[in-house]
């Protein structure tokens, strides 16, 4: 069904323009002898308080991040019965082994993470080279990300903390070594210059001082990019994200690993325009098998 009325596609980046970080995590879970999600359910279920939702925000400095990571990750007694809970919600009926003890890593997984969403998505950069080629919406990003306070001071959030004193002063973390940035495949920054520049506002929760699902978040990004939510279609891989979205008005598309070829498809449907690439030369996921053709953005 063509829309109209739309003037502004939103894109989450991790799990949408770049590789679903969710696929590390997955693969450390069956290492480490975890039931499937065990580990997602446990950085979720935190809440706002949790270490990853606090470096997402720009409150923890890298190294910070790392030690409450690994102890929020590690504390087998929340997480089991977080994992008990979700069994419920998703009527998974199968006996599970849960852990008695753990030992994560924090560095090591979010390391993992960082580097297996470092290759971009073909189906999703050349639609929206094409909507911003066609000249008839906002291109927009709103990701819940690390970057400004690990790679230096960040003006946006420092603004924004000031005027909400409420919420803890946006910290820099200049002097993070170069051989870090490079185990976290962070050389260009969290996310790289030529993925931002795809976009017309690019969003990111470390600089503004806000993250997904908050729906303020949301309705600063439609704010600053002179929409309304009922004018956007939004693009997730997170279903709490997907939710907020759609009770403030906006249209909704999941978007599910290795399903990016479908979801392109449905914006075309949408938007009644030309997206899609030829799948020559690339994995079967959509993802450059390699991740080299992001110098070619």
Not at 110 to 128: K, N, P, Q, W
Not at 145 to 153: L, P, S, W
Not at 178 to 196: A, C, K, N, T
Not at 210 to 226: I, N, Q, V
Request: glycine fraction near 10%.
């Amino acid at each position: 069904m063509v829309l109209p009325h739309i003037k502004a596609i939103m894109f989450d980046i991790g799990g949408v323009v770049l590789k679903s970080p969710f696929v590390a995590i997955a693969e450390y879970e069956r290492e480490k002898n975890l039931p499937p999600n065990y580990l997602n359910v446990s950085i979720a279920s935190r809440g706002p308080s949790g270490a990853w939702q606090r470096f997402e925000r720009g409150e923890t400095a890298l190294h910070e991040f790392y030690a409450a990571f690994s102890e929020d990750l590690s504390d087998v007694d929340n997480g089991n019965e977080w994992y008990r809970r979700y069994c419920l919600r998703k009527g998974l009926t199968d006996e599970v082994e849960l852990p008695a003890t753990l030992d994560i890593d924090g560095r090591d997984l979010f390391g993992r993470m960082m580097r297996t969403g470092a290759s971009y998505d073909v189906h999703i950069v050349t639609a929206i080279q094409k909507l911003r080629e066609a000249g008839k919406w906002r291109i927009i990003a709103l990701t819940n990300n690390f970057g400004a306070h690990i790679i230096g001071t960040s003006p946006v959030a420092n603004e924004y903390h000031h005027k909400n004193q409420h919420q803890p002063q946006a910290l820099s973390t200049a002097g993070i070594s170069d051989s870090e940035l490079r185990f976290l495949g962070w050389q260009d920054g969290p996310v790289p210059s030529p993925i931002r520049a795809l976009f017309h506002n690019f969003f990111d929760s470390s600089e503004v001082g806000l993250g997904k699902p908050d729906p303020e978040f949301y309705l600063h990004a439609c704010r600053e990019s002179g929409v309304y939510p009922h004018e956007v279609i939004f693009l997730d891989d997170i279903g709490r994200n997907l939710k907020t979205a759609k009770e403030l008005g906006m249209v909704t598309i999941h978007v599910p690993i290795g399903g990016t070829r479908e979801v392109v498809k449905r914006l075309e449907e949408m938007l009644s325009v030309d997206l899609c690439v030829s799948n020559h030369g690339h994995g079967h996921d959509g993802h450059d098998e390699d991740g080299s053709d992001l110098a070619k953005l």
